[in-house]
């Protein structure tokens, strides 16, 4: 599919702040047009999209990033081994901004293997850049209990906050690490891996199909992006305590029933790629390449993706 139009907005973005609102929301522009592209958005849609999102943006603001020194390393030493010098550091803060700067970064990786371009590099340089700026590092030596994702679930689920207000993702994240009990159960590297915390991901939230659960599924599909580029154990960690300290809001609970889903994924990916809701493309992405890797949970990723492409979204 012709990717002009989708280049000319992620160009245009790079003018754009990853964040907007007083600093308060995340910038989802990059990762909105290259989940549509992915979708099989028309150009068409890709220009409604344009109009609907980037009036909401504010210009790029200092930050004290060198990106042209960036943007200088990753060329001098090819994005790979720059990515593998810089990540696993960057990697100890993902959940910072609700993962926002893990998941662009995910995204540029994807869009610089289809092509390294001098856009390409620039996007990659600009994700990183985000990363490094809404780091949010919950501190502590993991420790590895042989416990699976699922066991170390349960364990949030005891700990979770009930009564903790609603607010923005990542304050209500560290207030949660900051309990004893949370953190404990965050530092608890399960045994299982990616594929075991996207299993809990997904259970979650399709048990509660709340705003910051949904952030979860495209955050670990983003680790698993990453993977290449991060020490497998490191990764794992830093996966986990990000997750289990969002789940411990979200009141995660088991979900009590199997689901059904009817919809194959042609009806419900062309529904996505119609939607203007920034978040709505790049979770049904998440769910399809999830599905890939997990086809065992190829049913619960079409309902969730279901859910999300035709308006169920809270």
Known sequence: ??????????????????NFRQGMLSNHASMALLALHALGASE???ERFHEHYFRLLDPLQPDGIDRQQLLDDLRRKGWKQSLAERLPALAEGLGGDAFHGWIRTAYAVMRIQESADDLAYHELTHALAYLERRRLFLSG????????SSELFDKVIAARFDSLPSGL????MQKAFASPQVAAAARQTPNDGLAGIAAVVLENFIANADFASLHLVTAVHSSRVLSAWVPHEALIASTWAAVASTLAFVSPRRHPSPVHEPRDWPEIVAAAAESLDDHVP????SCREEARAYPENDEKYRFVARRAAFSDIP
């Open 282 to 285: 790049k979770l049904v992405f």
């Open 141 to 148: 030596a993991p420790q590895h209990t042989g416990k699976s």
């Open 44 to 46: 068409q849609h890709l």
């Open 1 to 18: 599919m012709n990717a002009t139009s989708r280049d000319h907005f992620l160009t245009l973005n790079l003018r754009n702040d990853p």
């Open 169 to 172: 993702i990542t304050p209500r």
